[in-house]
């Protein structure tokens, strides 16, 4: 059985600058697995390269098996891909957003309705169906989004920083989603992340990422134990293994998707 998320050797160059710098790790079937580390760790290019959005200038990855040099259409449809970016039209209903979607990706008319009723409900936003998205709360349209992603079935869902800038009650709703997944299907989940809280609630395993690297990877518990303290956080884990305070809540990145949020909801 092949690993869902093969990763080896992998590397991007900038210019002269290495965003992500020979970088190796595999992903099992059904796993929730996190990238986690500061900004400019080279998080959202790996998640780029793993989705084809961007070429890697060096190393392998595979899904399922499958190179993605050489089946990149055909790995395309094997993710949903969740971008940090507002991917839903505010101007239509939650229901025409998904409806949408399934005419885009060509899903055979007979099962679009049953796809659209089972993502409604799956995410808890039957009610608000026919509600312009642009009456939904941020943790609303972050649920509708994994909708978008998961509508085609994928076997691999892929979100950067899929929480960012939520409240801690809409968080909490995107990790119950995010549970439910688990639990209910077989996808394999690979998320980008700042928040420790959102790597130990969520995750099987955690790769922590600096300046273009790996500094570490395993369990949480692994990952705390390899820093020989009893008593250890992921907080403390974060500045063993790069040498940062990992700061939550005030990046550049974050205020600008907060204000491109609020920009686009107002
Ligand atoms: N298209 C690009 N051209 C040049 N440099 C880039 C490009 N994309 C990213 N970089 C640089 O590569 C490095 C890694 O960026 P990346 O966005 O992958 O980091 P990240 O870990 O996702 O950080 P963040 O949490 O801020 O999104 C950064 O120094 C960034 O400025």
């Given at each position: 059985?092949?690993?869902?998320i093969e990763?080896?050797?992998?590397?991007?160059?900038?210019?002269?600058?290495?965003?992500?710098?020979?970088?190796?790790f595999?992903?099992?079937?059904?796993?929730?697995?996190?990238l986690?580390g500061p900004?400019?760790?080279?998080k959202?290019?790996?998640?780029?390269?793993?989705?084809?959005?961007?070429?890697?200038?060096?190393?392998?990855?595979?899904?399922?098996?499958?190179?993605?040099?050489?089946?990149?259409?055909?790995?395309?449809?094997?993710?949903?891909?969740?971008?940090q970016?507002?991917?839903?039209?505010?101007?239509?209903?939650g229901?025409?957003?998904l409806?949408?979607?399934?005419?885009?990706?060509?899903?055979?008319?007979?099962?679009?309705?049953e796809?659209?009723?089972?993502?409604?409900?799956?995410?808890?936003?039957?009610?608000?169906?026919?509600?312009?998205?642009?009456e939904?709360?941020?943790?609303?349209?972050?649920?509708?989004?994994?909708?978008?992603?998961?509508?085609?079935?994928?076997?691999?869902?892929?979100l950067?920083?899929?929480?960012v800038?939520?409240?801690?009650?809409?968080?909490?709703?995107?990790?119950?989603?995010?549970?439910?997944l688990?639990?209910?299907?077989?996808?394999?989940i690979?998320?980008?992340?700042?928040?420790?809280?959102?790597?130990?609630?969520?995750?099987?395993?955690?790769?922590?990422?600096?300046?273009?690297?790996?500094?570490?990877l395993?369990?949480?518990?692994?990952?705390?134990?390899?820093?020989?303290?009893?008593?250890?956080?992921?907080e403390?884990v974060?500045?063993?293994?790069?040498?940062n305070?990992?700061?939550?809540?005030?990046?550049?990145?974050?205020?600008?998707?907060?204000?491109?949020?609020?920009?686009?909801?107002?």
């Amino acid at each position: 059985m092949p690993y869902s998320i093969e990763v080896k050797d992998l590397r991007k160059r900038f210019g002269d600058y290495d965003a992500v710098n020979c970088i190796n790790f595999n992903i099992h079937e059904g796993e929730v697995f996190a990238l986690l580390g500061p900004n400019g760790a080279g998080k959202t290019t790996t998640i780029r390269m793993i989705t084809t959005l961007l070429p890697p200038t060096s190393g392998e990855i595979k899904i399922e098996g499958f190179d993605i040099k050489k089946h990149g259409t055909f790995i395309r449809r094997l993710i949903g891909y969740v971008p940090q970016a507002l991917s839903a039209d505010s101007t239509l209903t939650g229901y025409e957003n998904l409806l949408f979607i399934t005419k885009l990706l060509r899903l055979p008319a007979r099962e679009r309705e049953e796809r659209i009723r089972y993502v409604l409900d799956i995410l808890n936003l039957k009610d608000a169906a026919n509600r312009l998205v642009r009456e939904y709360s941020g943790g609303m349209v972050r649920r509708l989004e994994i909708g978008q992603a998961i509508i085609h079935r994928p076997r691999i869902l892929v979100l950067d920083e899929p929480t960012v800038g939520l409240d801690p009650v809409a968080r909490h709703n995107v990790w119950d989603v995010l549970n439910i997944l688990r639990r209910e299907t077989s996808l394999t989940i690979l998320i980008t992340t700042h928040y420790m809280e959102e790597a130990e609630t969520i995750c099987n395993r955690v790769a922590i990422m600096n300046r273009g690297h790996i500094a570490a990877l395993g369990t949480p518990d692994e990952l705390k134990a390899m820093t020989g303290k009893s008593d250890a956080t992921l907080e403390d884990v974060f500045t063993f293994f790069t040498g940062n305070q990992l700061e939550t809540g005030g990046s550049f990145n974050e205020i600008r998707q907060i204000r491109r949020r609020i920009q686009r909801f107002n």
